[in-house]
């Protein structure tokens, strides 16, 4: 089985978190015996970040011009079993043109950033991964977000079928693995900087920061600004690669989860550095959303806050307590919500979705909870 993606970026996770949970589903398939080719329009701030070079079991299509790789786009999608434009994906409407007009392959968008996505097209702002006719063509959308978001994909943007695929982990790359010294927190957070995220993350992170003096905060990301609040005690990590996500995570007693606003608001809606945490065993303090207990049990395998006092009652609590959330963390984690899982169950949303004017192969059961 063949896959065609047009995507943002598979190739480096400088400042976006759609790399890794790329990079996870494409081994997963690639096990499975999936043959994948991502395009990616190759960036000057993504090629002087790069942290991947090649797909084990795929090929990494790199181009600068849209027009020169149109038609490499047209003779890969040509004997594809399926074609995926991603949310973000800066040719996402040409390359929509070329998807359509495959003969043969299962026409698919997915986003990743859906209530990102929605807020945006509410605003009346365009894309450059959604053209005039919304989604109307595809045969199947596959979204980052469920709950709610399900339903705008379909009434807004006139998606036939919508379903939703989450993040996912790697357990081969997220373990647990001894901490570095540089890294060490009592309270730890990795995400690139968003405005819509600032106000989260002064009342759950900063505000702890000054309250607690004694104690050590680190923050790995991209994109912050330079009057971003800074005190003594939290020391700043610019750019963690992947592999180095579980050393940082293993040196923190607790890491935070932080939720874009438009997210958070529609529910439903973990993010990758989630399960990523999760299965290196930390102990994850998370805000709330709509739709989180679906994932994790809060207090047994998350800490749910909501405020500043909530996050220093957390670093409060014994090492015990802490180590037996993580430990719980993980257990979910690997049972429920790994790339494996998530390519299952994309195999089995492809089975069961016909092309348009097809009839559908001979199904394979989609998983429970879909």
């Not at 909501?306 to 957390?314: G, H, M, P, S």
């Amino acid at each position: 089985m063949k896959i065609v993606i047009f995507g943002l970026t598979i190739s480096s996770s400088w400042g976006n978190g759609h790399a890794t949970l790329w990079r996870g589903l494409q081994r997963a398939l690639a096990r499975d015996g999936w043959h994948v080719v991502f395009f990616e329009r190759d960036v000057p701030y993504y090629a002087d970040n790069r942290d991947l070079g090649e797909l084990p079991g795929g090929e990494l299509v790199l181009y600068g011009d849209w027009e020169r790789v149109r038609s490499c786009a047209i003779a890969e999608v040509a004997d594809a079993d399926a074609a995926i434009v991603s949310s973000y994906c800066p040719d996402g409407i040409a390359a929509t043109e070329v998807v359509l007009a495959s003969p043969s392959a299962l026409r698919v968008f997915y986003d990743l950033d859906t209530p990102v996505t929605l807020a945006q097209l509410r605003r009346g702002d365009g894309t450059t991964y959604i053209g005039p006719r919304g989604l109307s063509d595809f045969d199947l959308v596959l979204s980052y977000t469920g709950g709610a978001a399900l339903d705008e994909l379909r009434t807004r943007l006139g998606a036939r079928k919508a379903v939703p695929l989450y993040g996912h982990v790697d357990p081969q790359t997220h373990r647990p693995v001894p901490g570095l010294i540089e890294f060490r927190a009592d309270l730890s957070y990795i995400g690139t900087y968003a405005e819509d995220r600032q106000a989260s993350l002064e009342r759950l992170f900063i505000e702890p920061a000054r309250r607690r003096p004694d104690l050590r905060f680190v923050i790995a990301g991209a994109q912050y600004p330079p009057d971003f609040p800074w005190t003594s005690n939290i020391f700043f990590v610019r750019h963690l690669p992947p592999p180095q996500h579980p050393q940082f995570y293993g040196s923190s007693r607790l890491t935070l989860n932080v939720t874009r606003q438009a997210m958070a608001e529609m529910g439903w809606c973990p993010s990758g550095r989630l399960f990523e945490a999760a299965a290196c065993g930390a102990t994850i303090v998370s805000d709330w959303w709509p739709g989180i207990d679906a994932f994790f049990a809060p207090a047994r395998e998350i800490i749910v806050v909501e405020d500043t006092e909530d996050v220093l009652a957390a670093l409060d609590r014994s090492a015990p307590e802490l180590r037996d959330v993580g430990v719980n963390a993980r257990r979910r984690a690997l049972a429920e919500h790994t790339s494996q899982h998530r390519a299952a169950q994309f195999a089995a949303f492809l089975s069961n979705t016909p092309r348009s004017g097809q009839r559908a192969a001979a199904p394979i059961p989609e998983p429970e909870g879909v």
